[in-house]
């Protein structure tokens, strides 16, 4: 019996200028755009929460998560909060009409790096314990075969 390793991956693109006035956004790509920032919004402060969920020491007050807030959120959980690596790319513009922009872009992955996760391979129970008993199993053989 073999073990199967499953794992996720997730990308998504959150780039791109959202401002209303930027963009020139009018009917349905404003209303998108309104959408997104909802999301990216509903992202920080899942991010902010996790930051300070990481930052402070066991048995202090519990910080609720809110990652019901938005569809984004909801499917980044496992990702963000979870036994996981994730890994946070950030695109920056060097335009001064940007700044305001990439400050908030800055301010968005320090929070994020602020988030500690402890990745760890989730294993069923049963299939441990047969697999280390294969291990012990072989171990003992080579013991005999040596002794």
Do not use: F, H, W
Request: with cysteine.
């Amino acid at each position: 019996v073999e073990n199967v390793k499953v794992s996720n991956v997730n990308l998504i693109d959150l780039a791109g200028s959202e401002k209303a006035g930027q963009t020139g956004a009018t009917g349905d790509r404003l209303k998108e755009g309104s959408a997104i920032n909802k999301s990216l919004s509903a992202l920080g402060n899942v991010i902010e929460k996790l930051a300070e969920k990481s930052s402070n020491p066991k048995g202090k007050k519990e910080v609720l998560i809110p990652y019901r807030d938005s569809k984004l959120t909801r499917l980044l959980q496992n990702a963000l909060g979870g036994s996981s690596k994730t890994i946070m790319i950030c695109a920056l513009s060097p335009a001064s009409s940007n700044y305001e922009e990439t400050l908030s872009t800055l301010r968005y992955a320090d929070r994020a790096k602020k988030i500690k996760n402890s990745a760890v391979v989730n294993e069923n129970p049963q299939e441990k314990l047969m697999r280390e008993m294969r291990e012990e199993n072989e171990k003992l053989k080579a013991m005999l075969a040596a002794g």
